[in-house]
Nanobody
Framework: QVQLVESGGGLVQAGGSLRLSCAASGGTFRSYAMGWFRQAPGKAREFVAAISRSGPSTYYADSVKGRFTCSRDNAKNTVSLQMSSLKPEDTAVYYC????????????????WGQGTQVTVSS
C-alpha cells in the first residue's frame, strides 16, 4: 500500500505561482509513475501532468504546458508540481496519484491517490 499526502495548495492571484508537493510512504516509490490530476467544481477529474519512474520523462495537459513543471525526488519519496502564471481556470482540487510501472494519462490506471489539496486562483 502506498500512502500519498499532498501539500502546498492555497489562494493566489492570477499570474502568481504555487508549488504543490506530494509525499509518498509505504511502498517502493521509484516503482511508480506519478501523476497529477485536478477536479474543479461540477467538472470531471482531469489529467494535469505525469512523470516517469526515474523522472526523465514528463507529460503535460495542453492547458498547463509551459506553465507547470512536474519533478520528483526518489531519494525523498516526493513529487512536486510547480505552477506558474496561474489562471482562474486552474482553480480546482489537485490530486497526486501513483501508477505501477508506466505513465498513464487516464485516472483509471492509477492505483493510489492522495486526499487532494485546494488551489484557488483569484482574478
Amino acid at each position: 500500500q502506498v500512502q500519498l499526502v499532498e501539500s502546498g495548495g492555497g489562494l493566489v492571484q492570477a499570474g502568481g505561482s504555487l508549488r504543490l508537493s506530494c509525499a509518498a510512504s509505504g511502498g517502493t516509490f521509484r516503482s511508480y509513475a506519478m501523476g497529477w490530476f485536478r477536479q474543479a467544481p461540477g467538472k470531471a477529474r482531469e489529467f494535469v501532468a505525469a512523470i516517469s519512474r526515474s523522472g526523465p520523462s514528463t507529460y503535460y495537459a495542453d492547458s498547463v504546458k509551459g506553465r507547470f513543471t512536474c519533478s520528483r525526488d526518489n531519494a525523498k519519496n516526493t513529487v512536486s508540481l510547480q505552477m506558474s502564471s496561474l489562471k482562474p481556470e486552474d482553480t480546482a482540487v489537485y490530486y497526486c496519484a501513483a501508477a505501477a510501472g508506466l505513465v498513464y494519462f487516464s485516472e483509471y490506471h492509477y492505483n493510489y491517490w492522495g486526499q487532494g489539496t485546494q488551489v484557488t486562483v483569484s482574478s
